[in-house]
């Protein structure tokens, strides 16, 4: 559209004409969209805001007096807020390349203050520590033009004719080549090692093989030899088996003669002697029998003399009570009671007997019991 303008995505629109832009600023200053400008009474400019590159070859004196050439990359850009756009815009913008020539002689000056006060030690071990400082250094007056530096990198450094570098870094060039020679040492070493070791294995593969070849002619010998005495061995093993087979053909045939010797005399000797046991176990055991049949029998018969014996026990202890002075109290019922002790006396006498006469085997055969009635005039009755 006629009069309106769009800048780049990388560039900043300065509309002067008309009134002043933000802060008091002689212009306008529009970023990433249009802005509609009238012809002739508008005036309308573009600054790069994109990235720019200064580079700087200086000769600075170190703090030892030592010149040293330092060559450096310097990233640099506006800056992006309006204060920056501002301020590089009102230095730069009729010769925009000025930034970079500027910006190179700044970070010159500042890197010949930074090495003045450095030893070529720290220059050449620290190079980070001095870019810092260089950065730090000059962030304030790259601020005071608009301008922001991203980066800067130290290329080289160099002390021309002077070799202090070269020195400085003899004793560690020595250092390697020491390094360098006894690793080749090492590895002349270990390739003459494993020469050697190649030689040492080959003489055993070969004193291996002599040996194997050796086991084998041996092995061949022994198959040679055997082969030759397999027939008058196995002869021999085969008469060798005939007379185990002998062997133990007779051991069998007296194993049998023995069984035979057993059934026919053991045996029967054996059986015969246990008919004889058995026998007399039972010739012993009839002859027992007996005995004790006829010791029953004696018993019974002495049983029954007492039992025919009992009336009269009886009767000699009623007539032991016909001259006492007995007084019944309680009628028919005390001379039940009377005759009830004196029946009741009469068994406790027999039993006593009969235990006398078990006891004493004679008077119990011969059978003979004396009962005598003794009275002492007081109603008692004695018994023997």
């Given amino acids: 559209m006629f009069g309106y303008r769009v ?3 990388d560039e900043a629109m300065l509309i002067s004409g008309g009134r002043r832009g933000l802060g008091g600023a002689p212009f306008r200053v529009v970023t990433g969209h249009g802005k509609f400008v009238l012809p002739v009474f508008r005036k309308t400019r573009f600054l790069t805001l994109a990235m720019c590159e200064s580079e700087v070859a200086e000769t600075c004196v170190t703090r030892q007096g030592i010149a040293l050439t330092v060559k450096a990359v310097i990233a640099f850009k ?4 309006h204060e920056s756009i501002v301020n590089a815009g009102q230095r730069f913008l009729s010769d925009q390349d000025q930034m970079s020539i500027l910006t190179g002689r ?62 400085m870094s003899a004793p560690h060039k020595a250092a390697i080549q ?11 070493q270990a390739s003459v090692e494993a ?16 040996v194997v070849q050796a086991e084998y002619s041996a092995q061949v010998d022994r198959a040679q030899a055997q082969a030759a005495q397999a027939g008058p061995l196995a002869q021999a093993h085969a008469q060798q088996e005939v ?39 039972a010739d012993a055991e009839r002859m027992r029998i007996q005995a004790a049949a006829a010791a029953s029998h004696d018993r019974v018969a002495l049983d029954r003399m007492l039992i025919d014996q009992l009336p009269q026990i009886v009767k000699e202890a009623a007539a032991g009570l016909s001259g006492a002075n007995v007084n019944v109290l309680n009628g028919a019922d005390g001379l039940s009671e009377i005759a009830a002790g004196l029946v009741s006396q009469g068994l406790t006498i027999l039993d006593s007997v009969r235990k006398n006469l078990g006891e004493d085997g004679a008077a119990a055969s011969s059978g003979a019991v004396e009962v005598r009635r003794r009275g002492n005039g007081d109603g008692k ?4």
């Fill in 106 to 167: 700044i970070f010159a000056g500042h890197l010949r203050s930074i090495i003045g006060s450095m030893t070529v030690e720290e220059i050449v071990t620290e190079r980070q520590k001095l870019a810092t400082e260089v950065l730090e250094t000059s962030k304030t007056e790259m601020a005071k033009i608009g301008l922001s530096v991203d980066s800067l990198q130290i290329q080289s450094i160099d002390d021309g004719d002077t070799g202090y570098i070269e020195a």
């Fill in 78 to 81: 506006v800056g992006n807020d």
């Fill in 243 to 281: 007379l185990a087979a002998q062997t133990e053909l007779a051991l069998r045939a007296a194993e049998l003669r023995q069984q035979q010797l057993v059934a026919e005399i053991v045996k029967p000797a054996e059986a015969e002697a246990e008919r004889i046991r058995v026998l007399a176990v």
């Fill in 195 to 210: 020469q050697q070791a190649a030689a040492r294995n080959q003489a055993e593969y070969a004193r291996q093989t002599a």
């Fill in 7 to 9: 800048p780049a995505p």
């Fill in 381 to 384: 009755v004695d018994i023997d």
């Fill in 178 to 188: 020491r390094q360098a020679q006894i690793a080749q040492a090492q590895a002349t």
